[in-house]
């Protein structure tokens, strides 16, 4: 029995549109396409994020099942629902596995599960959540054994959010790095700051120095061309900087969401690239 990987992709979700003018322009509004990521040596395994709706986690749960192996540990790379919601269905399967995140992370992944945020949560995925959300606990040190490997955790900070961290297994040459790669997919820049983004362009400098050849993105387009490292770190710092110069020079969202899409026409999810306009340039009221 050796060590491998395997990844569970959901398509782009349909959600209510909140902006105005994207329906008419783009088409459906959608939640970006995900992964969750099981790492397994022997009949031992770690899966890394679980998706957010109950149909899609319990779902992975099944996919899980099918690998025979025992989940020892939940890790949740960073506080963002989508992430994390699907724990309850994996718990269930799996009711040894331990749910797991950075310690630092764990107030905002409580704040995810609260009420006012499950309502909010609700908006965009009617009657599609779990009823009884649960946050991870602290993981302790910053490694997970699986069977008889190890994998590392390495904080990196804000990146889409706060306390966002990746999964780095050496002996694989494998990173899983829920939200601060993504591979051609749209990225969340909604309520960024200039702090904010140079914050995970640093990020994105600290993945590039572990040794890697592949990486696993949170969000993955559904066609996308695979999972080298190498490309989707550049490809993630070039859109960073990008998005950074046509801010500067955009005074209106459809300003910005011309220049982007010009520069960017097929990456997946363009209602992500939408919010981020309206939210950083449209009328505040
Ligand atoms: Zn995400």
């Given at each position: 029995m050796s060590l491998d990987y395997d990844v569970f992709v959901v398509d782009p979700k349909p959600i209510p549109s909140a902006v105005p003018g994207f329906e008419e322009a783009v088409g459906t509004a959608t939640w970006p396409p995900s992964t969750a990521t099981l790492i397994r040596d022997g009949d031992r395994a770690v899966l890394v994020d679980c998706l957010i709706t109950e149909r899609e986690s319990r779902e992975l749960a099944a996919w899980v099942k099918s690998h025979d192996c025992e989940l020892g540990y939940v890790y949740i790379t960073h506080p963002h629902a989508d992430h994390l919601l699907g724990l309850p269905q994996i718990l269930a399967a799996f009711p040894a596995a331990r749910p797991v995140a950075l310690a630092e992370s764990i107030p905002a992944m409580q704040e995810q599960i609260s009420p006012g945020y499950m309502q909010v949560w609700a908006g965009f995925f009617p009657d599609q959540l779990t009823r009884e959300p649960v946050a991870p606990g602290p993981l302790a040190g910053d490694t997970i054994a699986i069977g008889g490997t190890t994998a590392t955790v390495i904080p990196v900070g804000t990146?889409?959010?706060?306390?966002s961290s990746v999964v780095h297994v050496p002996s694989l040459g494998l990173v899983v790095s829920g939200d601060v790669v993504y591979n051609q997919t749209h990225m969340w820049l909604a309520g960024s700051m200039p702090d904010s983004r140079a914050s995970w362009a640093r990020a994105l400098d600290a993945v590039a120095a572990l040794p890697s050849d592949t990486l696993i993105a949170g969000h993955r387009h559904p066609q996308a061309a695979d999972d080298d490292a190498r490309r989707q770190i550049d490809e993630s710092r070039q859109y960073l900087a990008d998005f950074e110069q046509a801010l500067a020079r955009s005074t209106t969202p459809a300003e910005l969401i011309d220049r982007m899409t010009a520069a960017?026409?097929?990456?997946?999810?363009p209602y992500t690239l939408w919010v981020a306009a309206y939210d950083l340039l449209g009328t505040r009221t």
């Open positions: 990146t889409d959010t706060g306390h960017y026409p097929d990456l997946a999810n």
